[in-house]
């Protein structure tokens, strides 16, 4: 009877250690899942002109500051595809807030305002100019560190022969700025 009850004991010991080392083995398939790749920024600039919609990718993002002036600024230039509109927006801060556009002389050195401008799709391979008059950038979110903008933009363009148009609903979602800050 002895011998009976021991191998039943044995048996249950082999039939629980089994089961324990199955455990492991699960729990230890489950925690070695390799991770999700990071998520892209998005890099997408979209505004509406002429009753038109451009979604297009930022080309270029990037800080930069006069080597005789304590200010930073940045530069959001959009891709320059002949087939698409462009974008070329600065601002003399990097900061949020809400930033004014102007234009004309001393645009360069105004602090807390931005200036651009805007050239419709190239015909014959040649581009028209128009510059911001008037309208507002707005930095919602800036990381120097990460390298990621989000703002929103609008505002009335015009060029050298009084022709206008009016940019509506720009945004700049989860831009890519270069890494450090350009002197000139």
């Not at 191998?7 to 729990?27: G, W, Y």
């Not at 509406?48 to 006069?66: E, H, M, P, R």
């Not at 707005?138 to 505002?155: C, P, Q, W």
Request: proline share 4%; hydrophobic share 35%.
């Amino acid at each position: 009877m002895r011998s009976v009850t021991y191998v039943l004991l044995a048996a249950v010991l082999f039939v629980a250690c089994n089961n324990s080392s199955d455990n492991n083995t699960s729990e230890s398939k489950d925690t070695l899942q390799p991770a999700a790749p990071a998520k892209e920024p998005a890099n997408e600039v979209s505004f509406t002109v002429a009753d038109q919609s451009v979604t297009t990718k930022a080309w270029n993002i990037n800080l930069f500051g006069q080597s005789n002036s304590n200010g930073v600024s940045f530069n959001v230039t959009t891709t320059q595809a002949d087939s698409l509109p462009v974008v070329n927006i600065n601002v003399n801060s990097i900061q949020p807030g809400t930033y004014s556009f102007i234009s004309g002389a001393g645009t360069l050195n105004s602090p807390d305002k931005a200036y651009g401008e805007y050239s419709p799709a190239a015909v014959n391979g040649k581009r028209e100019h128009y510059f911001f008059q008037s309208g507002t950038v707005t930095i919602s979110s800036i990381d120097t560190a990460k390298g990621i903008l989000n703002a929103s933009f609008e505002g009335e363009v015009k060029n050298e022969k009084g022709k206008s148009f009016t940019i509506r609903k720009g945004k700049i979602t989860e831009g890519v700025m270069q890494k450090g800050v350009t002197r000139f």
